[in-house]
């Protein structure tokens, strides 16, 4: 066996083993006072994750009689799952937006039975981490940030003088079925993480060229915490966190607000920019580049869905959104597969990194650098369009334009050696 095809071997049982790891020791801190996640049958980042389940398992199971027994018992599980939590009145909302523990179960049951641990690992790795997150870093992110700059990105998106939030927010009142349709792309993200991963898998052993070259495992397990960082370095929660009730029609004058750290909605969560969300719905849209045209479709039109909810929700300001450009572009130069040259990942980290420091300042630095954008319109829309197209166009691009095929026979190849 080489050593890429050993490597991509070891990371993911490495991974779950880290993150089953880490759920045991912060649930052991959080102590009874804290519900576990995985336990309460009612987590609304883990029940969609836990439904990637079932996606995971209808990609990498080759038996169609086990797929439709996974998916039977799938749902008899979930509607056990709900007549439990019915009995113990837990609010319907919670049960409806937690579905997939069922899903999970029945899919874990079949692969571990069958001895298929790679899928089963793949299957159980996103809830975990979901879990995971639910009682520690957004935690520790939030001690470490009492003060935000949520001020500061609320002036910095007026100085396009075009009111994002404001008009987000009001469509949502205004048309509740895109609300609902928006907001369900947005709670189904985990979800759609875990069959991005079982998608690479399917592509990888068939030695499918698809995608952008992106190791979407290490992408996973490295992006949460290079997130936490940059929210340590710019907190911010978002106009419906920040401005409570003035969210979408009475948000403050931007003139009248702080241009600095200031303190914003302390219980929220420090997760504005940039937003994972978003920039996870783009990266599994990415993944998709040589696959079918409808798949391409769906794939792009769940992340605008995302994309919307974040803003319409008030979760996120536009900017939050224009960093995630530069963002993704290092992450995903970072997390390629070894078979992606230096060349092509330069540009795109040296790009992506220098834009979203000079994103930073331009925010660190707000009471001098926003009000010279509010002066001139023109300026601020330059500035948020560089942002984004400089290192886009430094991206790593889609496999099946890079000229030849080696990636392509290189995977099917390494996996046999």
Known sequence: MSTTAFRRRLLLPASLAWSVLLLLVLEWIAGANRPAPLLALADPYVGPAAFGALAVHGMLCTDERRRVLVLRSGITLEILRFVFLAWRSVPLGSVVFSVGYGFLAAAL??????HEWRPAALAALVPIGMATSRLGLADIVQRLTPLTYDGTLLALDATLRVPFSRLGGQLFEAAPSIRMISLIS?????????????????????????GVGVNMLLAYMVSGTIAAVLYVLCPATGPSHAFGTGFPGALPNPSS?????????????????????????????????????????????FAALTALATIGSGEHYIFDLIAVAPFLVVLEAATAHWSISWRQRIPALI????????????IRDGSVAVP??????????????????????????????????????????????
Request: a positive charge; proline letters at 5%; glycine letters at 6%.
């Open 372 to 417: 010279l954008l509010a002066r001139s319109p023109s300026l601020a829309w330059a500035f948020a369009v560089l942002t984004m197209a400089i290192p886009l166009a430094c991206s790593l691009r889609p496999l099946g334009d890079l000229g030849d095929e080696t990636y392509r026979h290189r995977a099917f190849a390494t996996e046999r050696t």
């Open 186 to 210: 947005y709670a189904a993200l985990p979800g759609a993480i875990a069959a991005g991963l079982a998608y690479e898998e399917y592509s990888y052993t068939r030695g499918l060229a698809r």
């Open 351 to 362: 790009s992506g990194t220098l834009f979203y420091a000079l994103l930073m300042i331009v």
């Open 109 to 114: 049951v079949d692969l571990l039975v069958h």
């Open 257 to 301: 607000v702080s241009l600095q750290l200031a303190f914003f909605a302390p219980d929220s969560p420090r997760n504005a920019m940039p937003s994972l969300h978003v920039t996870w719905a783009v990266l599994l849209a990415r993944s998709t580049a040589g696959a079918r045209l409808s798949i391409r479709i769906a794939a792009y039109t």
